[in-house]
């Protein structure tokens, strides 16, 4: 299982967002220049993240976008998850899907998928968008 591009860069986008001025909003195109990624790209990012709560936008000649909450209180899962189809390793252990598997009451992987996914949601879980940009300024400095 891989994080999809949709992931990495709306992750990134709101890494920017969280890196500027709180509570100004940031247009979208200063982000997609920043961040290299194409303004209608992130466009459909960030309705994404705007469904789910974590950004908000403003029209108009001082528009752009915000986070909903301080960088220090968004983990890392909690942006993935919007974005990404599923975070699991096999359908079998996702919570969202219906999927039904006939081995699944004495399969001996099954275990091994669902250690794996709680593992990967603890990790994610563990990580907000303040620890990240806090990493980064620390690589910079080294």
Known sequence: MSISTRGRYGLRALLDLAAQKAG??????DIAQRQAISEGYLEQ????????????????VQGGYVLTRKPDEITVLQVLTPLE?????????????A??????EY????????KVKEAMDHVL???TLADLLQKGKEQKEA
């Open 107 to 114: 399969c001996p992987t099954r275990f091994l998928w669902q």
């Open 45 to 60: 990012l960030m309705a994404c993240l705007k469904k789910a709560g974590l950004v908000q936008s403003t029209r108009g």
């Open 125 to 127: 879980s563990s990580y």
């Open 85 to 97: 189809n599923s975070l699991t390793p096999a359908t079998c252990v996702s919570e969202e899907s």
């Open 99 to 104: 999927f039904y598997c006939e081995r699944q």
């Open 24 to 29: 100004k909003p940031v247009p979208l195109s």
